[in-house]
């Protein structure tokens, strides 16, 4: 079974909701478009964060690289949204580059 085939069987067993939902995501995904994330020169030092937040994605992606789990993330920081951490990673997907530079040089810090 091929990885489309596959997807084709989960999908099938979504929910309208949950279909909508991947639907948003997918299309996110290949337009480069992430409503969710920001940069304001004046916030968090200019770098994407969550909107509403003070939260730069960089931090997201090296919390889950460190091991933390999507839930985990959420009970942390109470103001994201589970729709938060899929623009996140999406953005992160993107703009891979800019955001390792980003975890490096908070490292280096």
Known sequence: MTVLEEAEALI?????AEKAQLLQSVVRDLGDAFPGIESMPDVSGGEPR???TRIPVWVLVQARRLG????????????????????AWAYYRAH??????????????
Do not use: C, W
């Open 68 to 87: 933390t789990s999507e839930a985990d993330l959420l009970r942390a920081h109470p103001a994201l949204h589970a729709e938060d951490l899929v623009n």
């Open 96 to 109: 891979r580059d800019g955001i390792e530079a980003q975890i490096a040089e908070n490292e280096a810090a």
């Open 50 to 52: 969550i909107v509403r």
């Open 12 to 16: 099938a067993r979504l929910t309208r």
